[in-house]
């Protein structure tokens, strides 16, 4: 079960529109507070409801930019494998260019997080009763920062290569610096969002949290309905879980 914690403002939103149409149908429902009034209380929440739609659209765009980053970075690692591929054929797998070429790309497509794993997956299979298993040291799971930052430090290994002239234009240093700068503008697209999203929420947070409301009212609402019913009533058990 969810803690009140883990809801969202949305869930809470639905949560006290869920009350509401409880409370209608309690006939012993007549608190003295104003706040608590029925029609008070339901004219309070469709202010909050329509107060969190600027919110809303918020949300929608930081989940559009992150949707937008997550096609970009899995074409990088599209075209890093096949960079991998091009050094490869012109300098075979056993060359010292191939072999740094292959160590960025791991770190760019998890393949070294993916290894880390099998590992220590076969060392503990292995282990025999009563043996200690071993410290593992950790490996950073993959992030798009960190995937930009080893694209850049594998297109500062290319400039080095003499030889590094593919005639597939998807991988030539051109089109590379154009994803770079591609992938650079996600991130920043993505943070841009993120600030906007958090500064909705700050905005609307008060009707949540501060005397009077959502959540205050609804444990008013709540005590009531137990001194009017009992705790061990249907009526309050029926309010009992809702998290505001």
């Known amino acids: ?30 608190p003295t507070s104003e706040d608590l009034k029925i029609e008070n209380y339901e004219r309070f929440v469709d202010e909050v409801d329509e107060s969190i739609t600027p919110l809303r659209n918020a949300k929608g765009y930081l989940a559009d930019a992150k949707k937008q980053a997550r096609h970009a970075f899995k074409d990088l690692v599209r075209v890093c494998k096949n960079i991998q591929s091009e050094v490869d054929e012109m300098r075979s797998a056993t060359s010292d260019e191939y072999a ?39 490996v950073s799971q ?20 003499g030889f590094y002239a593919p005639s597939d234009n998807s991988i030539s240093m051109e089109s590379l610096r154009a994803l770079e700068d ?24 008060h009707y949540f949290t501060d005397e009077h409301g959502l959540n205050d009212r609804a ?21 009992t879980y809702k998290k505001f």
């Not at 444990?219 to 309010?239: D, F, M, N, Q, W």
Request: charged share 35%; proline share 2%.
């Open 142 to 161: 993959l992030d798009y920062k960190s995937m930009l930052g080893n694209f850049r430090a594998l297109l500062g290994v290319l400039t080095t290569f």
């Open 182 to 205: 591609e992938l650079a503008a996600k991130i920043e697209k993505i943070a841009e969002k993120e600030t906007d999203y958090a500064n909705e929420r700050s905005r609307v947070i």
């Open 100 to 138: 740094q070429v292959r160590n960025i790309v791991k770190l760019i497509t998890g393949a070294n997080v993916r290894e880390h794993t099998i590992m220590k997956k076969k060392i503990l299979a292995e282990l025999k009763d009563g043996e200690e298993p071993p410290n593992f040291s950790s």
């Open 219 to 239: 444990k008013r609402a709540k005590k009531h309905i137990k001194r009017k019913y009992g705790v061990a009533s249907p009526e309050y058990k029926l309010v």
């Open 1 to 30: 079960m969810k803690t009140q914690k883990g809801a969202s403002l949305e869930a809470k939103i639905k949560n006290s529109k869920d009350l509401i149409v409880i409370i209608k149908d309690l006939a012993l429902y007549d």
